[in-house]
């Protein structure tokens, strides 16, 4: 249970009091205020990352000039794979990057290249 629902229990009960249950909105107020300022930066964070890593992966596609996998990429970005692969995903539902089944030796991995 979080801290904000336990002011909103504390309010549902105090509603007689209005002394109290103006210090509960405040509180509450204050809570998602923090929470909202939060969630911008966290936003912003995340914004400039993904911006980075897909200025990254299509930098290395471009260089690389043919499909590669995600290995190639990764190694090419110097970002961790998880984020690489992560971050791949909204730019394949662009359209920005195409994503393509080979077949290497007996296996099938996925490729990419520039569409």
Known sequence: MTKREY??????????????????????????????????K???????AAAAIAEAVIEALETAGRAITLAELVAATEYPAGKVAY???PLVE?????????????????????A
């Open 7 to 40: 002011f909103e229990k504390i309010k549902a009960m105090v509603t007689e009091n209005a002394e109290l249950t103006a210090f509960v909105e405040k509180e509450i107020e204050k809570i998602d205020n923090r929470n909202e300022k939060a969630k911008a």
């Open 42 to 48: 966290r936003v912003a964070k995340t914004g400039d």
């Open 94 to 114: 662009a359209g920005t990057i195409v994503k393509e089944k080979a077949k290497v030796g007996d296996r099938k991995i996925m490729t990419y290249k520039l």
């Open 87 to 89: 971050y791949i995903r």
